[in-house]
């Protein structure tokens, strides 16, 4: 790979970071700038179109690999990858019917609810994090259903977005017994608690 090619164009970034949703792990700037950058031939950029077309065809095959996702050594992997597809593939637009984010998370999270084998797996929490910061009304009784039906109890992770949700509600007390009862069921890393 020539050098230039690992070089990343930040005026290209630049002009489209108002609209470009964060994320709590932050994006790639190669990524972005792949998204946004103008088309090989010439200097015209993408039209919306060409952008559609693209995604629509990357959606489909997603779509298709969870037809056959009974045939999966891991199906939550599928959902996972796809996912992070749509997170990067509409920075800003995430939340809108255009990335139909809400109908995949929804479907994602509703599909291994009562598979024991991901109720502790990150990958599976972060589904449901993912909802939540996006679409969740009430993330309070999310959090709660997802304790009640022992979803990410054994995770840090879990108790660590709760508590940070109830810190940023004034909920400084609950936060803390957040904190404490995770360590009590000694979520992982416990260190992080």
Do not use: C
Not at 49 to 62: H, K, M, S
Not at 123 to 141: C, G, H, M, Q
Request: without cysteine.
């Amino acid at each position: 790979m020539a050098p230039s090619e690992d070089l990343i164009d930040f005026d290209i970034i630049e002009t489209h970071k108002e609209n470009i949703q964060s994320l709590p792990g932050g994006r790639s700037a190669k990524a972005l700038a792949s998204t946004y950058a103008p088309l090989s031939l010439g200097s015209k950029f993408a039209s919306p179109g060409d952008t559609r077309n693209l995604n629509d065809a990357i959606r489909q095959e997603y779509e298709e690999e969870i037809l056959a996702i009974a045939d999966s050594d891991d199906p939550l992997d599928i959902y996972d990858r796809y996912v992070k597809w749509t997170l990067n593939a509409y920075p800003s637009a995430q939340a809108t019917p255009e990335s139909q984010l809400r109908p995949l998370l929804e479907r994602a999270t509703k599909a291994f609810q009562t598979v024991t084998h991901y109720k502790n797996d990150p990958r599976y929490l972060k589904l449901w994090l993912n909802y939540i910061r996006f679409f969740s009304d009430a993330p309070r009784e999310t959090f709660a259903y997802l304790a009640r039906h022992s979803i990410g109890e054994g995770l840090a992770l879990f108790y660590e977005e709760f508590a940070v949700w109830l810190e940023g509600a004034g909920r400084w007390t609950q936060a803390e017994e957040v904190y404490k009862l995770g360590i009590e069921r000694e979520a992982r890393p416990t260190e992080r608690l």
